[in-house]
């Protein structure tokens, strides 16, 4: 959700000396055309002052400098999305954001718009947050992706940070929520075949079933899509993952019965949404019933 707010000058992130300007001409207000080293040398606040003093979005146009007509520069980038981008939702609104300050977004017009959305919930600390730019340009003039087959000081000092300020008594780290969802199916049919080796039983007779609810949504890959309720997401893709099944939540409880043909294996509960209304007003007790039933 964006709420238009107000319009102030046009950003300063717009770069172009010629009339035939391309998208990758336009430079977000934290891009640098210095190394990540020369950058990891200046302190945030210089780095973060001297984007915001860039000039304004200009042309030349027969010898003559002008500035851009943003609406013109909007409707480029939008045309040139849908020209070299595969459209996976769709037709996308109708705004070219160029930057944000923590939760205001700018268009390529100067208008403010307010964030609502927050990246899909994942910018916690709002667009251009100094303290997280100055993290992230110190981490990349140290280390690129280096892959979990190692081990690094930031990797073991954020999990341990978690657990200790969470719930959980390990971390499994993703890219997503969905990424999680798929990790968190593959973790409960693994448990369920350790279960049985330790029971001493087939581990191929294992339980695999997976149940979700009404009106839930956990992803758009093929194992998190599957539990997804909404038919819309799931109906060009089928068929899905075999061994799961979906029930109303209200009445889960009272009916007892299963819908699931063997043993479950797992399921999987969203209690607040943004995505979806989501049927959630069930007190912690359900997952303590939840428990029992294990």
Same mark, same amino acid.
């Given at each position: 959700?964006?709420?238009?707010? @107000?319009?102030?000058?046009?950003?300063?992130?717009?770069?172009?000396?010629?009339?035939?300007?391309?998208?990758?001409?336009?430079?977000?207000?934290?891009?640098?055309?210095?190394?990540?080293?020369?950058?990891?040398?200046?302190? &945030?606040?210089?780095?973060?002052?001297?984007?915001?003093?860039?000039?304004?979005?200009?042309?030349?146009?027969?010898?003559?400098?002008?500035?851009?007509?943003?609406?013109?520069?909007? /409707?480029?980038?939008?045309?040139?999305?849908?020209? $070299?981008?595969?459209?996976? $939702?769709?037709?996308?609104?109708?705004?070219?954001?160029?930057? !944000?300050?923590?939760?205001?977004?700018?268009?390529?017009?100067?208008?403010? $718009?307010?964030?609502?959305?927050?990246?899909?919930?994942?910018? #916690?600390?709002?667009?251009?947050? #100094? /303290?997280?730019?100055?993290?992230?340009?110190?981490?990349? !003039?140290?280390?690129?992706?280096?892959?979990?087959? $190692?081990?690094?000081?930031?990797?073991?000092?954020? #999990?341990?940070?978690?657990?200790?300020?969470?719930?959980?008594?390990?971390?499994?780290?993703?890219?997503?929520?969905?990424?999680?969802?798929?990790?968190?199916?593959?973790?409960?049919?693994?448990?369920?075949?350790?279960?049985?080796? /330790?029971?001493?039983?087939?581990?191929?007779?294992?339980?695999?079933?997976?149940?979700?609810?009404?009106?839930?949504?956990?992803?758009?890959?093929?194992?998190?899509?599957?539990?997804?309720?909404?038919?819309?997401?799931?109906?060009?893709?089928?068929?899905?993952?075999?061994?799961?099944?979906?029930?109303?939540?209200?009445?889960?409880?009272?009916?007892?019965?299963?819908?699931?043909? !063997?043993?479950?294996?797992?399921?999987?509960?969203?209690? &607040?949404?943004?995505?979806?209304?989501?049927?959630?007003?069930?007190? @912690?007790?359900?997952?303590?019933?939840?428990?029992?039933?294990?």
């Amino acid at each position: 959700m964006l709420m238009n707010m @107000h319009t102030r000058p046009a950003p300063s992130t717009l770069l172009t000396s010629s009339s035939d300007f391309k998208s990758s001409e336009i430079l977000s207000t934290l891009s640098f055309r210095k190394s990540p080293r020369a950058l990891h040398s200046r302190p &945030v606040f210089q780095i973060w002052n001297a984007a915001k003093r860039r000039p304004r979005p200009c042309k030349v146009v027969n010898g003559t400098s002008s500035e851009v007509d943003t609406e013109d520069l909007a /409707a480029k980038i939008i045309e040139e999305e849908e020209k $070299y981008l595969l459209q996976n $939702y769709g037709a996308r609104i109708p705004l070219v954001f160029t930057h !944000g300050e923590g939760s205001t977004l700018y268009d390529a017009n100067g208008r403010g $718009y307010l964030d609502f959305a927050a990246g899909i919930a994942v910018n #916690a600390l709002g667009h251009s947050d #100094a /303290a997280w730019v100055e993290a992230v340009v110190e981490a990349a !003039g140290k280390l690129c992706h280096v892959s979990n087959l $190692y081990h690094t000081v930031p990797h073991v000092g954020l #999990a341990k940070r978690l657990v200790e300020h969470s719930f959980a008594q390990r971390v499994f780290f993703c890219n997503s929520g969905t990424e999680a969802n798929e990790g968190a199916i593959k973790f409960a049919r693994r448990h369920a075949r350790t279960k049985a080796e /330790a029971a001493g039983q087939d581990p191929e007779n294992a339980a695999t079933e997976l149940v979700s609810f009404t009106r839930c949504f956990h992803g758009r890959s093929m194992g998190a899509l599957t539990l997804t309720a909404n038919s819309k997401y799931k109906d060009p893709f089928k068929p899905l993952l075999p061994g799961t099944c979906r029930r109303h939540l209200h009445r889960l409880p009272p009916s007892g019965s299963p819908c699931f043909l !063997g043993a479950l294996s797992g399921m999987t509960v969203r209690g &607040v949404s943004g995505m979806t209304a989501s049927e959630w007003d069930k007190p @912690h007790e359900f997952y303590e019933s939840r428990d029992d039933a294990e």
